[in-house]
C-alpha cells in the first residue's frame, strides 16, 4: 500500500512511519555524535551510557532493577530484539502463543525461523482475553507466549487480570513471555500501561521488548532495546551480534540523550497530542460510515468497511486508495485467513496537517 500510495501522491495512513517531528534534544545528540566521530561499531549490545539510561528508564517507570551491564540490550529497533530473542530461545518445531489479531512481524520473524505461531483470538469487541483458549492453545511443544501491549492493530491495553492470567499459565507451564511494549506511552483516557516483568516471579522469564522509533518519532533510525534476565542476556545480544553487529552507533547517542534529558511532561504530551487526533481521525471515519471504537493505546484504528465495494479487504484498500487517495491496511493482514476481511486498519500518528487533509478526503467518499 505504502508504495501505490507513494505512486499516486497519495496519504499514507497505512504504515506506521510517525511522520510527526523528532525532539531536538535527540536529533541534535545524533548529529553531535556524527561530528564528534562516533560513528564506528559499538558493543554488540549497545554503548553503556544508552543501557544505563534505558537501565534508569525501566526502574523510573515500573520499579524494575535491570543490570545496565548484562541485562539491557540496544538493538537494532524493537523488530531486532525479537529477532535476536527468538533466535536465541527457541527452536524450530517449537510453538509460541500469539495474540490474533497479531502485528505481522511477529508471526513472520516466528515462521522465518520455523517456529510455529500459535494464534489466540482475543474476544470481540473489545478484544479481551479468554482465559479458557489461552490455556487450549498450550501444547507440550509451547515454549513462549508473545503479547504486544498496548497492541498493534486494536489498541488494546492488556488488564492486570488478563496479565496476571498470562502470568499464571507462564509459570504453570515454564514459559518465556516475550512482551512487545513498543507503544507504551500511547495511552489515552487515562489507561495505564502495566509491564507483565512487574507481575510476581515473571522478571526472570519476561523478556521485554520497546524502543524508540515511535515515542521520539525516528522509525527510520533502528534503536530499539530489550531488556531481561542475565540468564539470557548474552546469547540474545550473541545472535544481535551476527545478524546486525550493533545498532547505529550515533543514533544511540541521540536516544540516550532523549532519555536522560526529555521531562515526564513530554510523554504527557506525546500521549495528549495523539488522543486528539485519534478524535479527528475517528470523527471522519465515523461521518464516512466507517464504524470504529476509540482505541486505548498505540495509535491505530481499525473500522469497519462493510460499506465499501470489493470482496476482500485488500480490494476495498485498494478502493478507498483510488477514490480518496488515503492508504489504510488491509484488516486481513492481522488475522489467520479468512478473518478481517471487512476491516481496515488506519495511522494516526501523522503530522495535523496531512491528518486533517486525510479526514477531509474519507469525508468525501
Ligand atoms: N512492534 C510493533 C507492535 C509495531 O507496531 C512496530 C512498528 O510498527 C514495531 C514493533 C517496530 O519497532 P521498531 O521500529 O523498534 O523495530
Known amino acids: 500500500m505504502t508504495t501505490e500510495c507513494d505512486r499516486i501522491g497519495g496519504i499514507n495512513l497505512a504504515q506506521g512511519v510517525c511522520d510527526t517531528p523528532v525532539p531536538e534534544v535527540v ?49 537494532s529497533g524493537a523488530t531486532a530484539g525479537l529477532h535476536a530473542a527468538a533466535m ?40 479481551h482475553l479468554d482465559e479458557d483458549s489461552l490455556r487450549a492453545a ?51 483516557d487515562g489507561a495505564k500501561h502495566i509491564c507483565a516483568a512487574t507481575l510476581p516471579g515473571m522478571r ?15 522509525t527510520g533510525w533502528r534503536i530499539g532495546y530489550a531488556t531481561a534476565d542475565a540468564r539470557w542476556m548474552p546469547t540474545m545480544a550473541h545472535f544481535h551480534d551476527l545478524t546486525y553487529v550493533c545498532a547505529p552507533a550515533p543514533l544511540q547517542v541521540g536516544a540516550a540523550a532523549g532519555l536522560e534529558q526529555l ?23 465515523k461521518d464516512a460510515g466507517m464504524e470504529a471504537s476509540a482505541p486505548p493505546g498505540a495509535y491505530y484504528i481499525m473500522a469497519g ?32 485467513q479468512g478473518r478481517g476481511e471487512n476491516l481496515l486498519r488506519f495511522c494516526f500518528a501523522k503530522q495535523d496537517s496531512e491528518l486533517d487533509e486525510a479526514c477531509d478526503r474519507l469525508r468525501k467518499l
Not at 55 to 67: E, F, M, N, S, V
Not at 144 to 162: D, H, S, V
Not at 204 to 218: D, H, N, Q
Not at 318 to 326: A, E, Q
Open 138 to 188: 498450550v501444547t507440550p511443544r509451547t515454549r513462549a507466549i508473545l503479547l504486544n501491549t498496548p497492541g498493534n492493530p486494536t489498541g488494546k491495553i492488556f488488564t492486570l487480570p488478563e496479565l496476571e492470567a498470562v502470568a499464571r499459565l507462564t509459570i504453570e507451564r515454564d514459559l518465556f513471555l516475550i512482551t512487545d511494549e513498543i507503544y507504551e506511552y500511547f495511552v489515552y
Open 27 to 75: 536529533e541534535a545528540a545524533a548529529i553531535e555524535a556524527i561530528r564528534e566521530g562516533q560513528n564506528i561499531y559499538t558493543r554488540c549490545d549497545g554503548i553503556a551510557r544508552l543501557r544505563e539510561a534505558i537501565a534508569a528508564k525501566q526502574q523510573r517507570d515500573y520499579g524494575l532493577a535491570y543490570d545496565a551491564e548484562n541485562e539491557v540490550m540496544v538493538a
Open 88 to 127: 536465541a530461545l527457541l527452536n524450530p518445531g517449537d510453538e509460541v502463543l500469539v495474540f490474533e489479531p497479531f502485528y505481522g512481524y511477529h508471526v513472520h520473524t516466528l515462521k522465518s525461523l520455523r517456529v510455529n505461531p500459535v494464534l489466540v483470538a482475543l474476544v470481540e469487541p473489545d478484544w
Open 263 to 285: 521531562p515526564p511532561s513530554f510523554y504527557a504530551q506525546l500521549a495528549a497530542d495523539h488522543q486528539s487526533k485519534r478524535g479527528r481521525l475517528l470523527a471522519a471515519l
Open 305 to 336: 468497511a462493510e460499506r465499501l465495494p470489493g470482496k476482500t479487504a485488500a480490494e476495498k484498500a485498494r478502493h478507498l486508495l483510488r477514490t480518496t487517495g488515503v492508504a489504510a491496511v488491509a484488516g486481513s493482514a492481522f488475522f489467520r
Open 204 to 218: 526472570e522469564r519476561t523478556i521485554v521488548l520497546s524502543g524508540f522509533s515511535k515515542t521520539f518519532s525516528i
